[in-house]
């Protein structure tokens, strides 16, 4: 016998057999009631929320110094080019950065800030705009598409993220249920990357 099949061989007896004896085996449609039953109510499953709503059960999860994240939260697209302003000369980074393709950045240049598509990979800063957050994880879901390169998440040393409030999800999954069908690439971060 080769090792694989020992792997397989004591899998087998542990579904089969278990910790006292014989296990009965189930049909698929068992199994299939099994699951059903797990998530037929959500609720009695999912975690406790970091704060009463979605919003602030966001903020709280990326208040956990652990994570390396800062926030600010803003009055809407108008107050961004402030934020993002006040943010490069709080870290002392040149009023440049990389962009993603979403033409509600566009009012980033004509606030004094420098800006570029594609992202190098000394990248000091880029800004990308989340196409869902997840309070549940203090996670940003970014899906891949022309307009939002996921390098943009990955290569600089300072990534600020634009999430819409309306864009927060209480749970992880409900972006599941909202991911079909599923992109080219979804990246959930949380945290710095």
Known sequence: ?????????????????????????????????????LLADPDQIRPVPAGPDPVSAFIAKCANPALGVTLDRVAGWDALPAAVTAYL???????RVALSGDARLDALP????????????????AISVALWAVAE????????APDQPILAAMLP??????VEESRILPFLDDYAALAAPAPRNAVLITGSS
């Open 1 to 37: 016998m080769t090792a694989r099949d020992d792997i397989l061989a004591a899998i087998q007896r542990g579904l089969t057999h278990g910790s006292e004896g014989a296990l009965p085996r189930r049909t698929d449609a068992q199994i299939s009631a099994e699951a059903a039953a």
């Open 89 to 95: 000369d709080a870290q002392g980074l040149e009023r």
């Open 110 to 125: 004509p606030a004094g800030i420098e800006t570029h598509l594609g992202t190098a990979p000394d990248e000091a800063a």
């Open 137 to 144: 994880t203090g996670s940003v879901v970014i899906h891949s």
């Open 157 to 162: 040393r300072h990534w600020l993220v634009v």
